[in-house]
């Protein structure tokens, strides 16, 4: 993981560069966030992380505040989290996180794209075993805590990669552990920048040009549909 899921991630945050898209995924974190567990982000810790998130993109104020106004809206449907499997071309696994109000739109939204892109959706578990379930927080460090010192102290609470990069802090836990990372950092003053989960492969198969560029139009084409949330695949 580490430097090599970075420059990965980094990757797959350039195709992200529609703001207008990045500020939907998270509308869609506060509001399921909202519904879940209330309007007060002192008494939900998932709201509070998708609040971080909105401001690390400067993600603007009213929008934040229209978003968790929607959700407190009895009219509102709640959105299902559901999860797809497939490959695209040239063996590469795909898999697709959504958040829907129509499951039969989504579902046949994300079949056509596969279809249309030499890949075939498939069944549930068809995929996923190939990625490990991680959670990742970026903090600012603390002047009076030594880097080495707060790494050991984070090992009782998940940590299983602690990345120093210039003026911030990755740690990286598996997905149950985010509630207790979470919590460590808030009872202890670290400001956290931004939070996340993450689908990191456990094997990557490494494609020519030609081949790269099939597999980025298929996964382009998912990342557009207003219902996807995340997309992950093997593609090295």
């Known amino acids: ?3 090599i899921f970075e420059v990965r991630k980094h990757k797959m945050f350039a195709r992200y560069a529609k703001m207008s898209k ?3 995924r998270i509308s869609k974190d506060v509001f399921m966030a909202v519904k879940a567990s209330g309007a007060n982000p002192d ?4 709201l509070r992380a998708a609040i971080q998130n909105a401001r690390a ?3 603007p104020k009213d929008r934040l505040e229209a978003a968790i106004k929607k959700a407190t809206s009895k009219d509102e449907k709640d959105l299902e ?3 797809y499997e497939g490959y695209g071309p ?3 696994a795909v898999l697709v996180e959504t958040a829907t109000d129509n499951p039969t739109r989504t579902v046949a939204n994300i079949r056509s794209y596969f279809n249309k892109y030499n890949g075939s959706l498939g069944t549930t578990g068809s995929v996923s075993f190939m990625f490990d379930h991680k959670c990742n927080f970026r903090i600012k460090p603390k002047t009076d805590v030594q880097p080495e010192d707060l790494e050991l102290e984070l090992i009782d609470y998940g940590c299983e990669e602690f990345v120093v990069d210039k003026e911030e802090i990755i740690v990286y836990g598996p997905f149950e552990t985010f509630g207790s990372l979470q919590s460590y950092f808030e009872s202890n003053g670290y400001e956290i920048i931004e939070s996340s989960f993450d689908r990191i492969p456990t094997v990557t198969k490494k494609l020519d040009p030609g081949q790269e560029e099939e597999v980025t139009k298929l996964l382009d084409k998912i990342e557009d549909d207003e219902d996807v949330q995340n997309v992950y695949s093997t593609m090295e």
């Open 22 to 24: 990045q500020f939907a």
């Open 57 to 59: 993109v400067n993600m």
């Open 1 to 3: 993981m580490g430097r």
């Open 90 to 92: 040239h063996g590469i």
């Open 43 to 46: 008494n939900n810790p998932r």
């Open 81 to 83: 989290i559901l999860t």
